[in-house]
């Protein structure tokens, strides 16, 4: 292990190439080193009355990279605490932009399996966060619910099924996978996302324009940087 890492209990995970770039503006000091995934560094926080370091890591976007890096994570950092960081889109009508969802529980809905059923495959990749070490007094205003993730954005003539099947009312690409790796290794996991564009029966706010999901997401990751200290106190306090 390098110098660089200084033994970070505290690993925060950043999926999407947009989010990682907007999370390297916050950090423009930082000593950006490579991984087989993303680019990582570390930085000094105050932690409560302490000065902790805490590791930044790129894990990229997708289920596929979400898994790897998540198990590289653990595996060369062993952190106590898995934090992922980053945004998701919301339901028009159903959550406001700007949310901040505190996820408890994620499904991984784009899984079709037609020989004895579906439904079995969507249970076997559903996870349920265990949170109980957060107490009741969060540092920042959350909603604290599902999460659906899928390979793909979300998809206006699939949100009416998303909805009545799961009660959700956003989703995103990584959690899903974040969130089972975490649990499989018996690593504390907080995922954090917020809602940076919205998706309705007229499509999705920022299909063909981007510049809406840059923008929301710098709003969101602004919010989620300036409480990030907080709480990584709530993990510390009760690890």
Known sequence: MSGAERFCSVVVMISANVEWKVISTFYPD??????????????????GERVEPVLFFHGGWGKIAAAASTQYAIDRWSPKLLINLGTCGGFAGGIDKGTIILVERTIVYDIIEQMTGGQAAIDHYATEIDLSWLGENYPHEVRR?????A???????E???LKTTFGAVAGDW???AIAFVAQRNNTRCLILRGVSDLVGE???EAY?????FVEGTTSVLSHLIAALPAWIALGVKGA
Request: proline fraction near 5%; hydrophobic fraction near 45%; avoid cysteine.
């Open 30 to 47: 930082a000593q950006v080193l490579p991984s087989p995934f993303g680019e990582w560094f570390v930085s000094d926080m105050d932690i």
């Open 145 to 149: 619910m599902l999460l659906v993730s």
């Open 151 to 157: 390979d793909r954005d979300l998809v206006v003539e």
């Open 159 to 161: 949100i009416a099924h």
């Open 174 to 176: 990584e959690s899903g």
């Open 202 to 204: 007229q499509g999705g």
């Open 208 to 212: 063909g324009n981007v510049q809406v």
